[in-house]
């Protein structure tokens, strides 16, 4: 496939299309020499050298190139593993700003870049034939109308999802769409969604990854996609054969989110790629420009400082490195229309010189960016690196997972003693952790009590221990800090009372969840009662442990789910914008109030007695403040939410001093069926079953 070259532009990286052919654009601060390599239908090789440089980046215009022609980058350099170099052209290279890749790898040995039997020696066998092709993409689509529903921090509701996982077996999606992006965004799929009332829903990985090495050899393949090779691409297995491709199939997707008022955020890896350690394939980064890609060990550079248990580590010191993952970002807001990003292991990508700083350069750069400060970024804050945990630590206007959440809740509601002071903070959206300094609210902290990290919530309260044999692992992946109990017997039993128990607790944690301050993350399959057979780590499970199982749906948990995600919807209160206070404002105004099983309000040596087991919040809508309405009710709700965390009932009286009007129940956890309407008034008492939770509501003045 030959081309006449032009000398082309620096910018924008990447293939760049227009009517007459493409602009090549690759950084590299140590190649001498960078070649786009086309390839023609039958699979034949040309070269062609990007004769111009300008600084760092090798740059051409090839005539007659256009959207859908494959390619690859061969780099000439140094090659010196001890110097940290390792440029080798007999190995086809990913373009990492390539929009669209095509093909696998094969795990032969051409594609190492070094000799197996001295790894500072190079490899000069050609990996071609065993690695992917670069894709040029036109990004022309028909948006139409799609508009982001730019829902309120406040107003999110986050669904954590996987695009195969949640469609394979959906009886209502055509076979030819199941595990697809088309599947995701079918009738059946959209109907659960919005019935269910989310309002996002997060990806996880869907930048096009690789299929490990260690896997294939077991006869296994990734499934969760954290082992990415190009931040550009649509994972190309998560398309339908249908002849559009993933890019425009993605675009779909996203179109049809939007239209049904779903917001799109991308769980994005950009803390490590597939090319894994010193010992690792030969991809692309790693042959273009190791060091300013990746962090390297200053004592021996032939080494990579693992700072994400992957064993690598991107370099975001290095200002190519960081245009690189902005650029990638603002590419799927500007193409794709996402709405938010959650960012991988984000520690790793704050790091200077190896140190967490809040206000590293990548911070920075996003927080700048009019594209990218517009939308919703959540940070996973932690690496496994030295310092590595960083919860509260990441800057104003960004929101965190809170694993102190999950892990105080679960252990609430597995009758743990010393619980309930930790567990008013965490309903109140861990002012402790994220109110520091007053710049960030309550939308700071990410509530969850199960993700895809860990056990289901099914599994939560059926496990004392993970199951993960059949990973492969002999066992030794997955965390063993799993906070579950398995209500009396470990796995499935036919014992009804335990049966009932375990499903009050399963309603008990997704009710707190909803009623709790912050920005609540529900585990997608849990509204089903999805299972993993207690396995707490299926990354490479394409089969029924990772499948969401529509036929043999809990349609009672269902409509719980459905009901308290739709109380919290509806009553600003239980999703202030603002801080709680606990401070009056006039009599019997506090915004917050907590109450011991009495009835009266707790006191210094309630909240020290390891005895108590149950705890009442009362949320006041009389102290709603304008900034968390729209516009101001004539009624707001109040809610008083009692919670019994003991293996033993508990009384509970209804407060008095608050006001003589009466509560109703709104939820009540302790039965399968929905909660009957009962009303209770002050100094009335209810009797609370173990591990059960009620949240009553009361409309008008407080006294």
């Known amino acids: 496939m030959t081309s006449r070259q032009l000398t ?16 090549f654009a690759v950084h590299s601060d140590i190649a001498d020499r960078i070649s786009v390599c086309l390839f023609d239908d039958e699979g034949t090789e040309t070269a062609h050298w990007l004769q111009q440089r300008t600084g760092s980046i090798h740059h051409g215009y090839l005539v007659g190139v256009s959207p859908g022609t494959r390619y690859g980058l061969r780099v000439e350099g140094p090659w010196d593993p001890a110097a940290g170099l390792r440029c080798n052209p007999a190995k086809l290279l990913v373009d990492p700003y390539a929009g669209a890749i095509e093909g696998e790898v094969d795990w032969d040995p051409a594609v190492f870049g070094f000799r197996p039997e001295h790894p500072d020696a190079i490899d000069w066998v050609d990996s071609a034939p065993f690695v992917p092709r670069s894709v040029v993409v036109d990004h022309d689509f028909d948006w139409g109308d799609d508009a982001p529903p730019r829902t309120r921090w406040s107003d999110t509701v986050i669904y954590e999802t996987h695009v195969k996982s949640l469609t394979k077996l959906h009886p209502g999606v055509p076979e030819r769409l ?16 919005t019935g269910l009332g989310v309002s996002a829903v997060e990806l996880m990985p869907v930048l096009h990854f690789v299929h490990d090495r260690a896997l294939v050899a077991r006869g296994r393949r990734n499934l969760w996609g954290y082992q990415p090779i190009g931040w550009f691409a649509p994972h190309a297995g998560y398309a339908a054969d249908n002849g559009d491709g993933p890019v425009v199939q993605f675009k779909q997707m996203v179109r049809r989110l939007h239209a049904a008022g779903l917001e799109v955020i991308l769980d994005v890896v950009y803390n490590h790629t597939a090319e894994s350690h010193q010992l690792g394939p030969h991809l692309s980064l790693r042959g273009i420009d190791n060091p300013a890609y990746y962090r390297l060990d200053v004592h021996d550079k ?71 400060s517009s939308v919703k970024i959540i940070a996973e804050p932690w690496d496994v690196g030295p310092g590595g945990y960083q919860l509260g630590g990441f800057p104003a206007g960004w929101s965190e997972w809170n694993d102190r959440y999950r892990d105080t809740v679960r252990d609430f509601w597995r009758g743990v003693t010393r619980t309930v002071p930790d567990l008013a903070t965490r309903l109140t959206a861990s002012a402790d952790i994220f109110l520091s300094g007053g710049r960030r609210g309550p939308a700071a902290s990410i509530n969850y009590v199960t993700s895809h990290d860990g056990f289901t919530l099914t599994d939560l309260v059926r496990y004392d221990h993970k199951h993960n044999d059949e990973n492969g692992e002999d066992g030794s992946d997955g965390s063993t800090n799993n906070r579950s109990w398995n209500t009396g017997v470990e796995g499935p039993t036919d014992d009804p009372a335990i049966q009932a128990l375990r499903r009050r607790r399963r309603r008990s944690m997704l009710a707190t969840l909803l009623v709790s301050q912050g920005v609540p993350m529900i585990l997608g399959g849990d509204e089903l009662g999805r299972t993993q057979h207690g396995n707490n780590n299926p990354y490479a499970h394409h089969d029924e442990r990772s499948w969401y199982h529509w036929d043999g749906a809990d349609a009672d948990f269902l409509e719980f789910a459905r009901t308290i995600v739709e109380l919290r919807g509806a009553n600003p209160v239980l999703h202030r914008r603002t801080w709680l206070t606990g401070l009056p404002g006039g009599p019997g105004s506090e915004d917050v109030t907590w109450f011991a099983a009495d009835g009266m309000p707790m006191t210094l040596a309630d909240w020290a007695d390891v005895g108590t087991v149950a705890i009442g919040m009362l949320l006041n809508g009389d102290a709603l403040r304008p900034l968390d309405l729209d516009q101001t009710p004539l009624d707001a709700a109040s809610f008083l939410v009692l919670a019994n965390g003991a293996p033993t009932a508990v009384e509970m009286a209804v407060p008095s001093g608050v006001g003589e009007a009466k509560w109703t129940v709104a939820v009540d956890t302790t039965g399968d069926a929905p909660a009957e309407a009962r009303a209770f008034g002050p100094g ?20």
């Open 302 to 372: 032939r080494r990579y400082l693992d700072l994400t248990g992957t064993g690598n580590t991107i370099n975001t010191d290095h200002p190519a490195t960081i245009r690189a993952i902005a650029d990638s970002m603002r590419h799927w807001v500007t193409r794709f229309h996402v709405d938010g990003f959650r960012l991988d292991l984000a520690t790793t990508l704050g790091r200077r010189q190896e140190v967490f700083d809040r206000t590293a350069p990548l911070f920075q750069v996003i927080n700048q960016d009019p594209v990218l």
């Open 178 to 193: 199941r595990g697809t992006y088309l599947g995701l965004a079918s009738d059946p799929v959209l109907e659960h969604l």
């Open 8 to 23: 082309g532009q620096p910018h924008p990286l990447g293939a760049t299309p227009d009517e007459d052919g493409t602009n």
């Open 684 to 703: 009335e008492v209810i009797t609370l079953e173990p591990f059960a939770m009620m949240v009553l509501s009361r409309t008008g003045a407080s006294s």
